[in-house]
């Protein structure tokens, strides 16, 4: 972003257009480029001088506005022979003791005072206010801009400017699900809407808070680099020019591109307790896989993009959540609103206490997690265990009382996935060929001749070796029912006991 007063913006006949930089300006970015390049090693004062030259020659609104841009890919330094505090305080103190009335007791008090710090006279008197920002030189600038790109970096952040400003913008893009995305995790209030040409982000401004912030205002102009990363886009901005009105209308017809950071869009979560969730939950083996900002759901003309979903592994099940933070009163009463009418989902929300509204949420027929600071995983599993129990229940109905696999052996878990139920969902029935060893089926006839190949003495290795070729990965519990036990020998391994030594 550039600062206020350097935005460039005509207002002709009552509108709002900004005053992007065209081809015609190339010359100007390469001058201004150059003439930092040709100062790296001078004082600032030289080159704002060198600067304020080119403003005389060109808009300087223009000129500085490119001006600022690179200065923060500049390097300034303070460079003296000492420290310019410890260079005052040893002329003051000299100062005062010379009593200085006239230029000749400046210099004896400068001389006294070089003595003491063992440098000459002149270079304590370049040290004295060497930190002064006209002083500090220019040691180096970072080589990221051609020409070319930083009249890009110039358009958008004079875009970015004016939108800092902006009270709600509405975009209508080719790629909305990416925009809300990007909408979330800067932290700003939105809601979809549906219109007659398809779906309209609407993002309402630092006037929606309390009072405007900075820090949300920026924010809200940083949403500009990832809508002009679609390929068609259009925004239409309610500007507060000064406390009038006005409406800016940009498009992907503007030369707006985004030329060099990555976009927001990148940003994994909206906030820490959203991130630290996602973390704490995809570390567990659950039957439940977690989906970030799944599909749109349907709230009568708008739409709402909850934080997560829940989908079952075992069936087309989802479960939706959304984590509630503190946010205005107006943009809880608009949650509120939407939530009252999501019809036909699985809907749990995670309610910060402090916004007091869980009851509020509950009498909409929506399971509420409170939490405070962090979400619980442990209230999160409670809540989709009673799904899974119903789920379990439908698998199991499916199934018939009885199952006789054609594989001698076999894991509960491989004829889970093999019938798409859940493990759970085989706990009661019966397996009249196999017997259930651990978590294995295996048929008596196979442990008859799994017993004649293992004796005691044998490496666990080898034992091993004899289960897998029998298609049994379960070692322990397989040897203790043919009646073994394992001795360990240090790290090198173990052998084969008698259970009963």
């Known amino acids: ?57 060109y808009d300087f609104k223009l000129v500085r506005g490119l001006a600022k841009l690179l200065e923060r890919e500049a390097t300034f330094e303070t460079r003296a022979a000492v420290s310019p505090a410890r260079a005052r ?3 003051f103190e000299a100062g005062e003791a010379l009593l200085v009335a006239n230029d000749d007791d400046r210099e004896r008090a400068l001389s006294r005072a070089a003595d003491s710090l063992g440098i000459a006279p002149d270079r304590l008197d370049r040290a004295l206010y060497a930190d002064r920002e006209e ?14 790109a930083l009249l890009a970096q110039y358009d958008l952040s004079l875009a970015q400017t004016a939108l800092f400003d902006a009270r709600e913008i509405r975009i209508r893009s080719d790629d909305p699900r990416r925009l809300v995305s990007a909408t979330k995790r800067l932290g700003l209030l939105y809601e979809v809407r549906k219109t007659g040409s398809g779906r309209e982000l609407l993002v309402t401004g630092p006037d929606a808070l309390f009072r405007a912030t900075r820090r949300y205002g920026t924010r809200f102009a940083r949403l500009l680099r990832a809508v002009v990363e679609a390929g068609e886009w259009e925004l239409t901005a309610t500007i507060d020019d000064h406390g009038t009105e006005r409406t800016l209308e940009l498009s992907d017809a503007d030369p707006l591109r985004s030329p060099d950071s990555e976009p927001v869009v990148e940003v994994s979560y909206d906030s820490a307790v ?8 995809s570390a567990l083996d659950l039957d439940w896989d977690l989906q970030r900002e799944p599909e749109p759901l349907e709230v009568g003309a708008s739409v709402m993009i909850p934080d997560f979903a829940f989908d079952y592994a075992h069936a087309e099940f989802r479960v939706h959540f959304e984590i509630m933070g503190f946010w205005t009163p107006e943009y809880v009463a608009k949650k509120l609103d939407q939530l009252d009418r999501v019809e036909d989902v699985e809907l749990l929300v995670a309610v910060d206490e402090s916004l007091g509204v869980g009851e509020a949420i509950e009498a909409r027929d929506h399971r509420v997690i409170p939490y405070s600071g962090t979400v619980r995983i442990k209230d999160v599993r409670d809540a989709l265990r009673r799904y ?54 295996v048929r008596p006839a196979v442990l008859g001749r799994l017993a004649e190949r293992l ?47």
Do not use: N
């Not at 698998?395 to 889970?416: C, H, Q, V, Y």
């Not at 203790?480 to 173990?494: A, K």
């Open 1 to 57: 972003m550039l600062t206020k007063d350097l935005l460039r913006v005509s207002r002709a006949g009552g509108g709002y257009h900004l005053q992007f930089a065209g081809r015609e300006h190339r010359p100007l970015a390469a001058k201004v480029l150059g003439t930092f390049e040709d100062h790296v090693g001078d004082p600032r004062s030289e080159l704002d001088g060198a600067l304020a030259d080119l403003e005389g020659e």
């Open 455 to 501: 004796e005691t003495g044998q490496s666990l290795s080898e034992a091993e070796s004899v289960l897998a070729k029998a298609g049994i990965t379960e070692t322990s519990a397989v040897l203790s029912r043919l009646g073994y036990r394992v001795e360990w020998d240090g790290l090198s391994g173990g052998r084969l006991r008698s259970a009963e030594e």
């Open 135 to 148: 002083r500090q030189v220019l040691v180096a600038l970072d080589d990221r801009y051609d020409p070319d």
């Open 274 to 281: 959203e991130r630290e969730f996602a973390t704490r939950f």
């Open 388 to 441: 899974e129990e119903r789920l379990v229940a439908a698998s199991a109905a499916s199934l018939p009382e009885a199952l006789s696999p054609e594989a001698d052996a076999l894991s509960i878990a491989a004829l889970a996935a093999r019938h798409g139920v859940s493990e759970d969902a085989l706990a009661d029935i019966d397996f009249p060929e196999h017997e259930l060893v651990g978590r294995t089926l």
């Open 89 to 91: 305080r040893a002329a």
